[in-house]
């Protein structure tokens, strides 16, 4: 599989990552399995959160990892924190407090079975955020060796650039929801001086940003419209969409879900995709996407298919 280089450091990590956020349910042997598929696959990335089903999710993969001695040296591990939860699904508070972020890693860190991460994220972005507290935080975590690299989830390039006013490591991730038919931070790019609502800069140029800053994009939702609306592939509502990705699909040998893929990676930012699915079949299916490379023709096409004008 395509290797993205992380960061400043240049760090490899698969283009395609596996989203954990969903496995609560899975047995033990499913999750081994859904890990050993990433693998042949060429997935060696794994994306957690501390709110993913209030822990569930990491408390899980632990345990398949704690029994294979040896596959946490494989795999690259990341998790989220930041977010305070309240009942169910609803976030309560978001809290970057030095106190906050150091309890809710190590819990992550027993939960993970595992005396480190590779990665760790600031979830969302706190309004009461003092980036001295962020900044202690992290040099506490990275002298004790619990988290090797730093990075952001949703974050606007002014929050980022607030945050490296006191923080000494190099933040090297953004996590953005990013899909063929959820392309904010690149329509605001072509419609530069236009009038259309497409113009409007919602992130402040972070695709931009990022790629002048060396921080790597994790697209997340790859096959989402709206927020959380549902996927747009097969999907009857899009059907000029769904034609030409098929098309497309049909040319390369692969599936929609591999063409959803390979359009992001296609964009010279060298993003990473998060996968959401669980089932290993579309797993398998979506990790070809990563060995696809689009002609700027067919990328544009696919573009101006899911409603997107060119001016």
């Known amino acids: 599989m395509k290797q993205i280089a992380i960061g400043p450091e240049k760090k490899l990590g698969s283009a395609v990552v596996?989203?954990?956020m969903r496995i609560a349910e899975m047995s033990e042997e499913a999750v081994d399995r859904l890990i050993k598929t990433d693998l042949e696959n060429g997935v060696t990335f794994f994306d957690h959160a501390d709110v993913y089903t209030d822990g569930a999710c990491e408390s899980l993969f632990g345990k398949v990892l704690a029994k294979q001695p040896g596959l946490r040296d494989k795999i690259?591990?990341?998790?989220?924190?930041?977010?305070?939860?309240?009942?169910?699904?609803?976030n309560k508070a978001f809290d970057f407090s030095k106190e906050h972020l150091l309890e809710t890693v190590n819990d992550s860190l027993r939960r993970l079975q595992t005396?480190?991460?590779?990665?760790?994220?600031l979830h969302r972005p706190d309004a009461l955020v003092e980036p001295e507290e962020v900044a202690a935080a992290f040099d506490q975590l990275y002298t004790e060796g619990k988290v090797l690299h730093f990075g952001v989830s949703n974050?606007?390039?002014?929050?980022?650039?607030?945050?490296?006013?006191?923080?000494?490591?190099?933040?090297e991730i953004n996590q953005l929801q990013l899909s063929i038919k959820f392309t904010g931070m690149i329509d605001a790019g072509i419609n530069v001086n236009m009038t259309v609502d497409d113009a409007s800069?919602?992130?402040?140029?972070?695709?931009?940003?990022?790629?002048?800053?060396?921080?790597?994009?994790?697209?997340?939702s790859p096959f989402q419209y709206g927020f959380f609306e549902g996927v747009f592939l097969d999907n009857p509502k899009f059907p000029e969409l769904n034609k030409e990705i098929d098309k497309v699909a049909a040319k390369y040998g692969v599936t929609n879900n591999a063409i959803a893929v390979a359009w992001i990676l296609r964009h010279p930012a060298e993003m990473q995709v998060i996968l959401g699915t669980t089932n290993v079949s579309r797993i398998a299916a979506s990790a070809k996407g990563a060995d696809i490379t689009l002609t700027r023709q067919e990328w544009y096409d696919i573009y101006q298919a899911a409603g997107n004008k060119l001016p």
């Open 201 to 220: 800069d919602r992130d402040g140029s972070i695709l931009d940003y990022c790629r002048l800053n060396d921080i790597t994009i994790q697209a997340w």
């Open 155 to 171: 974050q606007n390039p002014y929050q980022i650039e607030l945050l490296k006013k006191s923080v000494r490591q190099p933040l």
């Open 18 to 20: 596996q989203g954990c």
């Open 76 to 90: 690259t591990l990341q998790t989220k924190c930041g977010i305070v939860r309240g009942n169910g699904d609803h």
């Open 115 to 121: 005396d480190h991460v590779d990665y760790l994220l």
